[in-house]
């Protein structure tokens, strides 16, 4: 299977300083480099470097951990170069993101099940940042992402050829075993007293009836499931036969694709099943891994793509490092100068 990390490519490596801690107060603070007139300040190169060791920390520990983020951290500065590059096309290009903002600051607000905008800005200034800096974060994200994807990957083709020919080189790596991926919403009763459970048991079929009555099944499962998959609409995701409790997974194959269960009484709730995908053992045809096999076509395509176009923005801008600072992204002559003391 692609790696994930590959999946996310270059982009990803660029945005990773947007998903770290907001710029703080105004402070003079140093400046190791220069992307046209926008300063790249000390304090946010060393916030993308804890950022990227928080990252690979989920997959890595011990030496692994030491190993990869050395790896990766000698293109810290550059992907900031990078990505103020990005930010700066988009603003050439005209692409305005303050829709999507709304939109996406909407979305979060729901995720944390909280009742206004208001409440989410005192919950991210709780956490000690600026909301309008967590704004603007989340902002360059978006025009980062939109102008890669109009200036790269809409140029990017994947043809039924490549499609039919990677499928017929890497039909190992699509073997699967049997198994379900769902969506549940748990009405919890942990630590519940016994007079509290037929409360919860009304609010379970009230749910239910809503489900059953055409309601958005996500959205039900945001608003009142106490499980951790309630942030992702519910998705539990895929469970081979045999990993799941018996009592769930009688329920869980007996389901048609989009069918939903009747409660199920757990140890750990009241609980509803939706079944999104059912799949047998062995390989699956074509036409079912079809998309997955253009996505990975895709990235592969992008990431040299996106360099070569990070390239061209790097030509037409003036970038200055101050020595001792490397960026990777720069041409080799370009490095050795800004070596120089």
Do not use: W
């Not at 999946?7 to 300083?17: E, F």
């Not at 909407?106 to 206004?116: E, G």
């Amino acid at each position: 299977m692609l790696n994930k990390r590959a999946v996310r490519l270059m982009a990803s490596a660029i945005l990773v300083a947007l998903c770290a801690l907001p710029i703080a107060a105004v402070v003079v603070e140093e400046i190791i480099a220069r992307v046209n007139d926008h300063p790249v300040i000390l304090s946010e190169y060393k916030r993308s470097l804890e950022a990227l060791r928080q990252d690979l920390s989920q997959e890595a520990k011990g030496l692994d951990l030491e190993a990869r983020y050395n790896e990766k951290a000698k293109d810290a500065l550059r992907d900031l170069i990078d990505q103020q590059l990005l930010v700066q096309q988009a603003a050439e290009l005209g692409i305005n993101a303050d829709a999507e903002v709304v939109k996406r600051l909407d979305a979060i607000r729901t995720q944390m099940k909280l009742p206004s905008m208001e409440a989410l800005e005192q919950a991210v200034e709780q956490q000690g940042m600026n909301y309008e800096d967590f704004k603007q974060n989340l902002r360059d994200n978006i025009v980062t992402q939109q102008v890669i994807n109009r200036e790269v990957g809409s140029r990017i083709q994947v043809t039924p050829q490549e499609i039919s020919a990677y499928y017929e080189q890497h039909k190992k790596e699509f073997e699967r075993p049997e198994g379900v991926r769902i969506q549940e919403i748990l009405i919890s009763t942990d630590d519940k007293k016994p007079e509290e459970i037929p409360e919860l048991q009304k609010k379970a079929e009230s749910v239910l009836a809503q489900v059953r009555a055409n309601g958005n099944f996500a959205e039900l499962a945001k608003e009142n499931s106490d499980d951790p998959s309630a942030a992702n609409g519910g998705d539990a995701g895929f469970f081979e036969r045999g990993n799941m409790a018996p009592e769930i997974e009688a329920v869980a194959y007996t389901l048609k694709k989009n069918e939903v269960s009747d409660i199920i009484r757990t140890k750990y709730g009241f609980l509803i099943l939706k079944l999104l995908e059912h799949t047998q053992a062995g390989i699956p045809p074509l036409a079912e891994v079809e998309n997955s096999i253009h996505e990975r076509i895709y990235y592969q395509k992008i990431q040299p793509a996106l360099r070569e176009y990070l390239t061209k923005l790097r030509q037409e801008s003036y970038i200055t490092i101050k020595p001792g600072y490397v960026d990777t992204g720069a041409a080799p002559t370009e490095q050795a100068s800004a070596q120089k003391p």
